[in-house]
């Protein structure tokens, strides 16, 4: 509706800069194009074909994810803590229940599973036993990605292909919308002839807040891998729910 040609299953195989603009090669054909937006996620070919892949800064963090064909037994979201492991229950259907693991990959020896990872919590491993699977087990990693830049005069990146550190606070998505409604106002300008200016201005938009993000998901990670200082904490916050609502709203609240 918005305009836009979509081409489904014709992934592109390679990038490469062009006179005024940018290449896309595919098996069917070649894409000209003014601007490549990479919004391809965590392993994003656009930001490795650019060279544009940097180190992250934090532990080697994975996922996995496994779906039950059972009723959710919670309307909400359940967070369940374990040494070096985190399992998210959420309901994802009137039979149908998904269970996602995150863990630090120095405190898990040996092969990952859902069956192994469950049994780490085991009023969930009660639940869901003898329940059968409702999906393939999926898994990925590791978790943070980092980019060296943003944009050029060809390129930009968006959403987890432009970083991300973990998905222990659940901001992707928003990050993801909310960069990529600065990133449409700036494309629209630089098209129009407004130069390398609003490129620049979308990249100070989503470095502001991407640090929002950042401050959250890395004080979480850190109180996290510390079950004293997480006990803590979640019974300070079970105690006064007016302080976790306070500390929320002051890192992740409207923009």
């Known amino acids: 509706a918005a305009g836009a040609r979509l081409s489904a299953g014709e992934p592109v195989l390679r990038i490469e ?23 391809d996620g965590l392993g994003s070919r ?62 898990l020896e040996g092969r990952a599973s859902a069956e192994r990872l469950v049994r780490r919590f085991p009023a969930l491993a009660e639940r869901v036993a003898g329940v059968p699977a409702d999906s393939t087990p999926r898994g990925s990693g590791p978790l943070e990605r980092a980019s060296a830049r943003l944009h050029d005069d060809r390129f930009a990146l968006v959403g987890d292909a432009a970083g991300y550190i973990d998905a222990i606070t659940g901001e992707g998505i928003s990050l993801a919308l909310v960069s990529a409604a600065a ?27 991407f640090l929002r993000y950042a401050i959250a998901t890395r004080a979480v990670l850190f109180i996290a891998r510390r079950p004293r200082l997480r006990d803590g904490v979640l019974t300070a916050l079970a105690t006064a729910p007016w302080l976790f609502r306070g500390a929320v709203g002051a890192v992740l609240g409207p923009r």
Do not use: K, M, N
């Not at 098209?191 to 470095?207: D, S």
């Open 46 to 107: 656009v930001r490795r074909a650019l060279g544009w892949d940097a180190p992250p800064s934090g532990p080697r963090r994975l996922g996995l994810r496994q779906h039950f064909r059972c009723a959710p037994w919670s309307t909400f979201v359940e967070v369940h803590l374990a040494d070096g492991v985190e399992a998210y229950v959420t309901p994802a259907g009137p039979e149908r229940v998904g269970v996602a693991f995150l863990w630090d990959g120095d405190r």
């Open 183 to 209: 990133l449409s106002t700036a494309l629209d300008a630089a098209l129009r002839g407004g130069g390398a200016a609003p490129l620049a201005a979308y990249a100070r938009v989503f470095r502001r807040e």
């Open 17 to 39: 800069r062009a006179d005024g603009g940018a290449r896309l090669v595919t098996r069917r054909r070649v894409v000209e194009a003014r601007y490549v937006v990479g919004a």
